[in-house]
């Protein structure tokens, strides 16, 4: 029954805000008579709502509850004034992402309009081997998850994407050396990446603060600044500001 | 079962990012063996997760499905782009909330280091009579509801505060008259709240745009800045920009 709720709920895919009941039920391979039912049920909680035109959508209520205890949201609240001022200095494209699985998973993001072509949004997901922000987090990740992803096929985006083992092996050794990520044309052909590393306050990797540029020189010269911004955000984690009363 | 496992999902109040079983169990009222099994059911889907302390939190998992079908997502792709311009120009808080049940839900906000005092959280709520957002929410709202929050007692935050239901119902005719709310210190001695509605492409009051500014006499000034963005915001929703490939 709680399994079934969850297939429900999780019919909704990236870029999903109203679905059908029809495609609900294909989704989640539920019958769609108990599709329908379980739909209305959750409906009754606030967790599901129907629009105007009989589509279903995440209730407000759900989004409510989990928003405000978020598992990202003292990273976020760290992150964001940071990232605000950082937008208003680089324009263009600022996005905190994280480890979830064998992606990464963009957390925050603020963009300009005009800003160069970018694929990322909150709560999507990007491959750690072509992503500025995921080879970043792949870098200062566990030795047994590097040798995993080496041994996939490695998925092609341009013709700049890493796609073999040794590629990678020598991308994750570089970023380690120089303590960030540019990736330029490995996604899109006009957009470049440059992430670098958040620690918590015991020093570990939690996540990459990054910057999509437009695919030319400028780039290089973003670094500095980008990693100013994730030492404040450390700080931010290990000093956090009073509370609201 | 399904109600079980909303009322565990739902013990997690404003603030709260981590619970442990037996807090969960007493909020939900359920058996604290109960609660046990469907936190960690919950678990196993990735809806809830374990920190080191062996506390509960929301899990990444349902915070990424929920946050990317969000039912307020359009609203806030067209309004974050105007709220961060608005926010270079006014600095302080600038917030975007909806009517939820009797209350105004803020569904999202930036903020300033060292900006005045706010109560305002994303996905924070507040009461409709004490807030410029809940106040301008309530003057566009269906009558029955400003006559159902006019017949309850109004929780008094300052000597500032509507109290009585003359006074919200002069202060809702003054809104409708003037197009915007402002209230100096209702909700805090320090703080003035100023809000504008927000009009989908029909034209009717969606949400309100409002920004958060020291108690003096600055506030009255930036009312033209503000219905000017949340005339772009409204633009924004009825044109909206081409979605990332």
Do not use: C
């Not at 009941?21 to 294909?26: D, G, K, P, Y």
């Not at 709502?49 to 990202?72: F, H, L, N, Y």
């Not at 540029?213 to 100013?228: E, H, K, Y």
Request: proline share 7%.
């Amino acid at each position: 029954m709680l399994s079934r709720a969850v297939r429900i709920v999780e019919a909704f895919g990236p870029g999903d805000t109203a679905l059908t009941v029809t495609e609900i039920a294909r989704r989640s391979g539920l019958h769609i008579a108990t599709a329908s039912r379980l739909v209305e049920e959750l409906g009754s909680f606030g967790w599901l709502q129907r629009d105007e035109e009989r589509k279903v959508r995440i209730g407000v209520r759900m989004w409510e509850v989990v928003s405000r205890a978020s598992p990202t949201l003292s990273l976020r609240e760290a992150a964001l004034p940071v990232m605000e001022d950082l937008h208003a200095i680089v324009g263009q494209h600022i996005q905190l992402g994280l480890m979830e699985g064998d992606e990464v998973l963009f957390v925050e993001r603020l963009t300009a309009p005009g800003a160069v072509i970018n694929y990322t949004r909150v709560a999507g997901r990007l491959p750690l081997h072509a992503s500025s922000s995921g080879l970043l987090l792949l870098a200062y990740a566990p030795p047994a998850q590097q040798e995993r992803i080496m041994a996939r096929p490695l998925e092609v985006f341009t013709e700049k994407t890493i796609s073999t083992s040794s590629q990678l092996r020598s991308a994750l050794a570089e970023v380690r050396r120089q303590g960030y990520a540019l990736l330029a044309g490995h996604l899109h052909p006009d957009a470049t990446g440059v992430a670098v590393p958040v620690r918590d306050p015991a020093g570990k990797v939690v996540a990459a603060l990054a910057i999509i540029v437009p695919n030319d020189d400028t780039a290089r010269s973003r670094i500095a600044v980008l990693q100013a911004a994730s030492g404040a955000v450390s700080r931010a984690m290990k000093y956090p500001a009073p509370p609201n009363p």
